[in-house]
């Protein structure tokens, strides 16, 4: 159950064509979604977009850091038989 909802977590924060989509106002978009602001149709602010992307991989990056141990016992726990 700790496994999926890890997984489940990661999956909500990391939504990018579902918040691009369906959410018409930028204010409401997640944070995965807003990334998509920092594209233009002549241009990308690359460095921008990339301190973006950081700071949205560090929630995720520190708790499996935090929880690398049970996150791949969890894992493993249904791959093993006996």
Same mark, same amino acid.
């Given at each position: 159950?700790? %496994?999926?909802?890890?997984?489940? %977590? ?8 579902? /918040? $691009?989509?369906?959410?018409? &106002? ?7 979604? /807003? $990334? ?8 990308? &602010?690359?460095? @921008?977009?990339? /301190?973006?992307?950081?700071? #949205? @991989?560090?929630?995720? $990056? #520190? ?7 049970? #996150?791949? /016992?969890?894992?493993?726990?249904? %791959?093993?038989?006996?």
């Amino acid at each position: 159950m700790v %496994s999926l909802g890890i997984l489940m %977590s990661v999956w909500t924060w990391n939504q990018f064509l579902l /918040a $691009l989509v369906l959410v018409e &106002d930028p204010t409401e978009r997640t944070m995965a979604g /807003a $990334l998509g602001a920092f594209q233009g149709h002549y241009a990308t &602010d690359v460095p @921008l977009l990339c /301190a973006g992307t950081i700071l #949205i @991989l560090l929630p995720t $990056l #520190i708790i499996f850091i935090l929880f690398q141990r049970q #996150i791949i /016992a969890a894992l493993l726990q249904g %791959s093993i038989k006996g």
